[in-house]
T-cell receptor, first 117, second 109 residues
Framework: GAVVSQHPSRVICKSGTSVKIECRSLDFQATTMFWYRQFPKQSLMLMATSNEGSKATYEQGVEKDKFLINHASLTLSTLTVTSAHPEDSSFYIC?????????????FGPGTRLTVL | QKEVEQDPGPLSVPEGAIVSLNCTYSNSAFQYFMWYRQYSRKGPELLMYTYSSGNKEDGRFTAQVDKSSKYISLFIRDSQPSDSATYLCAMTSGYALNFGKGTSLLVTP
């Protein structure tokens, strides 16, 4: 299957700082990527859809000013958690569909575990 | 009512057993169905992808979709301890995936 990487895999930061998470499609191009958040023993919750060359689309209840998304190229999307607080501690995972146009397999990155002290 | 329902388990079976995992859904617009396996603290790994009613087989895994009943299943034959993980069903009518809660599976030696 296609490979999606994320960096860093784990980050611990102080409350009030900003954290940037990178998501890369390594062997295919992705005009769209998705960012999910997963709390312990819960399923994945879609936060936003990242679109190359245009603004991200956020799900209801997700603060766009807090979770900044930049789809810089066809292989890179970044999620920046601004002014992080302990309640932002979670497992953040990105995914990308293999082919443009949707309706096909989506591959996930390994996830980034964020802990805000 | 959630769009995708999945029994969270946990489900415990002996090694070699046939495992049956299921999801139901309410949105008839869902046309594409996936099963993912997720180990603890890891990203989901795509196991099966299907878009038509019927069965699709890949090794020890069989995905079954019944669109008329809005019901999908994943069967694992000859289960192994390494199959112990959380299994997530996911479905979509376009891009964004809608996930079930995941079923925790434990295969005991």
């Amino acid at each position: 299957g296609a490979v999606v990487s994320q960096h860093p895999s784990r980050v611990i930061c102080k409350s009030g700082t900003s954290v940037k998470i990178e998501c890369r499609s390594l062997d295919f191009q992705a005009t769209t990527m998705f960012w999910y958040r997963q709390f312990p023993k819960q399923s994945l919750m879609l936060m936003a859809t990242s679109n190359e060359g245009s603004k991200a689309t956020y799900e209801q209840g997700v603060e766009k000013d807090k979770f900044l998304i930049n789809h810089a190229s066809l292989t890179l999307s970044t999620l920046t958690v601004t002014s992080a607080h302990p309640e932002d501690s979670s497992f953040y995972i990105c995914s990308a569909p293999l082919l443009a146009g949707g309706n096909n397999e989506q591959f996930f990155g390994p996830g980034t575990r964020l802990t805000v002290l | 009512q959630k769009e995708v329902e999945q029994d969270p388990g946990p489900l415990s079976v002996p090694e070699g057993a046939i495992v049956s995992l299921n999801c139901t859904y309410s949105n008839s617009a869902f046309q594409y169905f996936m099963w993912y396996r997720q180990y603890s603290r890891k990203g989901p790994e795509l196991l099966m992808y299907t878009y038509s009613s019927g069965n699709k087989e890949d090794g020890r895994f069989t995905a079954q979709v019944d669109k008329s009943s809005k019901y999908i299943s994943l069967f694992i034959r000859d289960s192994q301890p390494s199959d112990s993980a959380t299994y997530l069903c996911a479905m979509t009518s376009g891009y964004a995936l809608n996930f079930g809660k995941g079923t925790s599976l434990l295969v005991t030696p």
